[in-house]
């Protein structure tokens, strides 16, 4: 890998709308280039960030295509590959199937970089990402990252703890050997280790459940497991309630459409939702529609928390908000801007069209936690090898003194 002075410049595969971006950027992160197939979401992205030539709309698969606009030495690529197949959406084929394989394009990518390599590679998707075919494809993954040079460390975040809406994911980053940083703990020995990749492992238990664990335990990477050491995020204080419109003005459905969604209620959700209406007072929820039992049900939440926002195919994956006010229950789709603030962008430019925002907030990801990862990991890191450039420099600086 070449060795010039860093620049914090990034690369952000299945860009989407731009909400990796959208978190990075208020850290002094600038975008070099943006890939994704999607008209529709180029035009939101653009809609939001301006022109934006560096976006490139083309396959992740046309490798030489992608090369001719990447010239430059990037620090940091992201990577937010379609989650379809690690879901029951796509099946559960995992990356035998057409949309979560495109994977390897990116990594194809990867290779074809050589010494050009990023320092830092960031993934995310969904928590199934962990147990397709049984914990097979996340190996898979992981181990053709470390192919290329990158110590893997693996987490799980839930939007939760910054925003009301519950939507963990899994966060692979990819640290490439030759990053300098004394942050960087790798693992010494194997899973016993009891050096300080070890503690740090332990010290952060929350970050990983016992399923990633298991994983990482039974994986052998041609590089090794690595991890910084970081502590779980703080929980933000926040109401749901705050986030939704719950005012006269919005489009709250006719009686034939409230009654239809109250009667698909189940018993007990029914239950919660009367006794809420005896009791007085204002309460805010969030409904999903769900087949259950070849039944369609609505199901809905009253613990502060919004269900994980979707893409809106066939009407039942988008949220519903319910407000129950005087005993009176109200149903309503929740709007394009509740997605956005969902998502911690309350202020980001939506698209004309509804279905269009919905799609791209549904498929980005939460932008507060990206700004976590980028304070506590991305950040921290290029800072250190921008220090460990300049003591390089000024070395040699004093050698060339010396010889003279």
């Known amino acids: 890998m070449i060795d010039t002075a860093p620049s914090k410049r990034f690369a952000e595969f299945f860009a989407g709308i731009g909400l990796v971006h959208e978190a990075l950027r208020s850290s002094g992160w600038k975008c070099a280039y943006a890939n994704d197939i999607d008209l529709k979401k180029e035009e939101m992205y653009k809609g939001h960030f301006g022109s934006s030539p560096?976006?490139?709309?083309?396959?992740?698969?046309?490798?030489?295509?992608?090369?001719?606009?990447?010239?430059?030495?990037?620090?940091?690529?992201?990577?937010?590959f379609p989650c379809t197949d690690l879901s029951l959406a796509g099946h559960w084929q995992g990356f035998e199937g057409d949309h979560s394989s495109t994977y390897f394009g990116f990594t194809r990518v990867l290779q074809e970089m050589g010494d050009r390599k990023p320092k830092i590679v960031l993934l995310e998707n969904v928590t199934g990402f962990l147990t397709?075919?049984?914990?097979?494809?996340?190996?898979?993954?992981?181990?053709?990252?470390?192919?290329?040079?990158?110590?893997?460390?693996?987490?799980?975040?839930?939007?939760?703890?910054?925003?009301?809406?519950?939507?963990?994911?899994?966060?692979?980053?990819?640290?490439h050997e030759s990053l300098r940083s004394g942050r960087i703990l790798r693992q010494d020995d194997g899973w016993l280790s009891t050096g300080k990749w070890r503690s740090a492992i332990d010290g952060a238990r929350p970050l990983r459940p016992d399923s990633l664990i298991r994983l990482m335990d039974r994986t052998t990477l041609a590089t090794g497991w690595a991890t910084l050491a970081l502590k779980p995020p703080n929980q933000v204080k926040y109401s749901l309630a705050s986030v939704l419109d719950t005012g006269d003005e919005q489009?709250?459905?006719?009686?034939?459409?409230?009654?239809?969604?109250?009667?698909?209620l189940s018993e007990l959700h029914r239950t919660e939702v009367d006794r809420r209406a005896q009791a007085g007072g204002v309460h805010v929820g969030t409904v999903f529609r769900r087949c259950r039992n070849e039944e369609m049900r609505a199901e809905v939440r009253f613990d502060n928390l919004?269900?994980?926002?979707?893409?809106?195919?066939?009407?039942?994956?988008?949220?519903?908000?319910?407000?129950?006010?005087?005993?009176?229950?109200?149903?309503?789709?929740?709007?394009?801007?509740e997605y956005a603030r969902l998502q911690?962008?309350?202020?980001?430019?939506?698209?004309?069209?509804?279905?269009?925002?919905?799609f791209g907030f549904g498929d980005g990801v939460c932008v507060p936690v990206v700004r976590?990862?980028?304070?506590?990991?991305?950040?921290?890191?290029?800072?250190?090898?921008?220090?460990?450039?300049?003591?390089?420099?000024?070395?040699?600086?004093s050698n060339r003194r010396v010889v003279v």
Not at 156 to 171: E, N, Y
Not at 344 to 358: C, E, H, M, R, Y
Not at 372 to 397: G, H, M, R
């Open 54 to 80: 560096y976006f490139h709309r083309e396959d992740v698969w046309e490798t030489a295509k992608i090369m001719e606009k990447m010239q430059e030495q990037l620090f940091l690529a992201t990577a937010s």
């Open 132 to 175: 397709s075919k049984d914990g097979a494809d996340f190996v898979k993954a992981v181990s053709t990252l470390a192919a290329e040079g990158y110590w893997i460390d693996c987490i799980v975040l839930d939007a939760k703890s910054f925003v009301p809406q519950s939507r963990p994911r899994v966060f692979v980053i990819g640290f």
């Open 251 to 264: 489009e709250w459905w006719d009686k034939a459409a409230t009654d239809k969604h109250y009667k698909m």
């Open 306 to 337: 919004a269900g994980c926002l979707r893409t809106p195919r066939g009407g039942s994956a988008r949220q519903i908000v319910m407000v129950i006010a005087d005993g009176k229950v109200r149903f309503r789709w929740m709007s394009p801007r």
């Open 344 to 358: 911690g962008v309350p202020d980001f430019t939506l698209a004309k069209n509804t279905i269009q925002s919905l």
């Open 372 to 397: 976590w990862l980028d304070q506590n990991v991305l950040t921290p890191l290029f800072d250190d090898e921008c220090k460990e450039q300049k003591s390089i420099a000024q070395n040699l600086n």
